[in-house]
């Protein structure tokens, strides 16, 4: 059955549902949020069918959400949002995604980008030269198979007692770089493998590092709590669990596959493939997805070591030290508690190409961003513009505290790379004064930024829909990918 | 349609391939080759070079499940051994389900290159639309979506 405009019934301005009573096999609403020029975009794709599909899982609570930055993904759309009962329940490895904790780390430096101005094309060089893409050859840090485990369980703070970081770094990442229920016995020898020489490695796709400067402050307070100011020169890093994360989705898709009629579970598309919560299938991949997470949050953390290494190489001890502002995980399921009915409880949210964004006194956040709320990280397309927003209490009704999670494609990396030549966009990128340090010209010819929504659109809907609030606008000087 | 048993098609985030075959084993060693030209283009010219072989063994629920699962074991030795696979031997391939097991399963020697590089970092074979059919024509086809 097609969707179609008519089937939504728009609750405000930034708010679409599409009726329960839409299909059947719903078990809830689904809500977009986006604005009416956004939704246009979404329909041109299957996202929205995908939507009423995970409307359909055991155990969703409230809503089945999709994220303005929505797009066709396969199972899930990307930028969508389902909170189970942990209880009646399923937890879907498809509803996280191959890139487990694929997310965003932003750094921020001392120093305004114009007193470095001379040292940023060395400084690109330097960065590109020290993280690998890792589709060739292996990362320069490969742990054995004891030390492996210990990351695997421990994330961003085993990187750190290994030297690969400072004592308070972890404060500033979402669930402090670690999760606990992490069972590194659960993954797969297969996925250690292909894990085995990938820390500290890009990957290639949408993966990129930026050397950004601050364009524009739009909340003075939340950008004073992060550390953030004017003309300020900060680096992003967006990269995921490589090929470990894919191997632990695959195996355990699979597994699930098998484990579904044992169940009783019948899905519109085998990408949905889930298991109860608490069933020893779901309990074993939310261990396993757990470990991934955790290599994810490892990765980026040794990416930050050498690329504090190449800062210090390129400009010395004067230019002072760079601090983490946070890390935000794109795709990844949390045990988290909302109110439902009036009652709290615990959900298992999933999130798949959207962010987490808790408001101000959340128990989870460091002291120092208590009192305004979470750093919410969204990477622009290349060279376009990146924002960070602040999470507010709001979104723990309208979204289970989630915001978007950057541009949204619209159109196909096939497409892209028929229209634009590599070359051309480097140019292009170039002559807006866009240092580019690329492995493969047709890798950036797919990340050409007309090939996504605009995002100031995006995080236009995600602010007047009150689930994050803008804070500072970033702008690249240099763009690096593999 | 032409030869080569596969074609390039759109996807927004993705990338999605058709695969065709006059038989299952047929459309199986074609989609393998699709997944071969999206991880390096030139694969295929190289294959004169010394060639690297591996056993996979495959059971799974049905025909298309078996596919996908095919090609994602096939992926995975690709990533862990930095080798594109081109080409499959199939030594068994049932596609009836056993009577013990009630699965359908194949056993391959795989062949392929190593390669210093890959062009797409492919990272899984996703069961999303995949449907093994036969065509009006009697050709088995399906579509495969590359999650990269």
Redesign the interface.
């Known amino acids: 059955m097609n969707i179609t405009k008519n089937d939504l019934k728009k609750i405000n301005d930034f708010v679409w549902e599409i009726p329960k009573s839409f299909r059947a096999d719903m078990r809830a609403p689904a809500r977009i949020f986006a604005t009416e020029k956004l939704l246009e975009e979404i329909f041109r794709?299957r996202s929205m069918e995908q939507l009423v599909n995970v409307a359909t899982l055991p155990g969703i609570q409230k809503h089945a959400l999709v994220m303005p930055d929505a797009?066709?993904?396969?199972?899930f759309p990307?930028g969508g949002v389902a909170a189970m009962d942990l209880d009646e329940g399923v937890i879907s490895p498809g509803g996280i995604?191959?890139?487990i904790n694929c997310g965003v780390r932003l750094l921020r430096s001392p120093v305004k980008w114009f007193e470095v101005e001379d040292k940023l094309e060395e400084l690109a060089t330097e960065i590109y030269h020290a993280v690998p893409s890792?589709?060739?050859?292996g990362g320069r840090l490969v742990f054995d198979k004891n030390k492996f485990d210990l990351m695997l369980g421990g994330g961003a703070g085993y990187l750190v007692e290994e030297g690969f970081g400072k004592e308070n770094d972890v404060l500033h990442l979402e669930a402090q770089g670690n999760l606990s229920q992490a069972d590194p016995s659960l993954v797969s020898n297969?996925a250690k493998?292909?894990g085995k020489d990938q820390l500290g490695t890009l990957?290639?796709?949408n993966h990129f590092l930026e050397v950004q400067r601050v364009d524009e402050i739009f909340e003075e307070t939340a950008a004073k709590a992060f550390g953030l100011f004017k003309d300020q020169l900060v680096i992003l890093i967006h990269t995921g669990s490589r090929?470990l994360g894919?191997?632990i989705?695959?195996d355990y898709?699979?597994l699930m596959?098998?484990a579904m009629p044992k169940y009783g579970i019948v899905l519109p598309?085998?990408?949905l493939?889930c298991a109860p919560f608490r069933s020893p299938e779901g309990q074993k991949y939310f261990a396993a997805m757990c470990a991934g997470a955790n290599f994810a949050w490892a990765n980026r953390q040794t990416i930050t070591h050498w690329i504090r290494e190449s800062w210090r190489k390129v400009l010395g001890d004067l230019s002072g030290e760079l601090e983490i502002v946070y890390d935000v995980a794109h795709n990844i399921a949390k045990i988290e508690r909302y109110k439902i009915d009036g009652k709290e409880k615990e959900l298992c949210v999933h999130r798949k190409g959207a962010t987490r964004a808790f408001g101000a006194g959340n128990s989870e956040l460091p002291d120092d961003y208590k009192g305004v709320g979470q750093p919410v990280l969204i990477p622009g397309s290349m060279g376009t513009a990146s924002y960070v927003l602040v999470g507010t209490n709001e979104s723990a009704g309208l979204s289970f505290s989630t915001s978007c999670h950057g541009a949204g494609?619209?159109?196909?990396?096939?497409?892209a790379k028929k229209i634009w030549r590599g070359s051309d966009l480097k140019k292009q990128l170039e002559a807006q004064g866009i240092i580019v340090r690329a492995g493969?010209m047709?890798g950036l010819a797919e990340e050409a930024p007309l090939a996504y929504k605009d995002v100031e659109e995006v995080v236009g809907a995600v602010h007047g829909a009150g689930l994050a609030k803008k804070v500072a606008r970033l702008k690249p000087l240099a763009v690096i990918k593999g | 349609m032409t030869d080569q048993g596969f074609e390039i098609l759109e996807h927004t985030a993705d990338l999605r391939i058709k695969a065709w075959g006059k038989t299952k084993e047929e459309l199986f060693k074609n989609a393998l080759r699709g997944m071969a030209y999206v991880q390096k283009e030139e694969a295929r010219i190289k294959k004169q070079e010394s060639r690297i072989t591996k056993k996979v063994q495959v059971k799974s629920t049905d025909m298309t499940a078996l596919l996908i699962d095919f090609l994602s074991e096939v992926l995975t030795q690709s990533q862990i051994n930095r080798v594109v696979f081109f080409d499959a031997n199939f030594k068994a391939f049932s596609d009836t389900p056993s009577a013990d097991s009630g699965q359908v399963e194949l056993e391959a020697e795989i062949e392929g290159i190593k390669v210093d590089e890959f062009d797409e970092d492919i990272k899984a074979v996703t069961y999303h639309e995949a449907e093994v059919k036969q065509n009006p024509e009697g050709v088995y086809e399906t579509k495969i979506v590359f999650d990269i």
């Open positions: 794709d797009h066709e993904g396969y199972g990307i995604g191959y890139d890792g589709l060739g050859r297969e493998r292909r990957g290639s796709g090929g894919h191997q989705a695959t898709i699979r596959m098998s598309d085998r990408e493939a494609r619209r159109m196909s990396r096939h497409g493969s047709s």
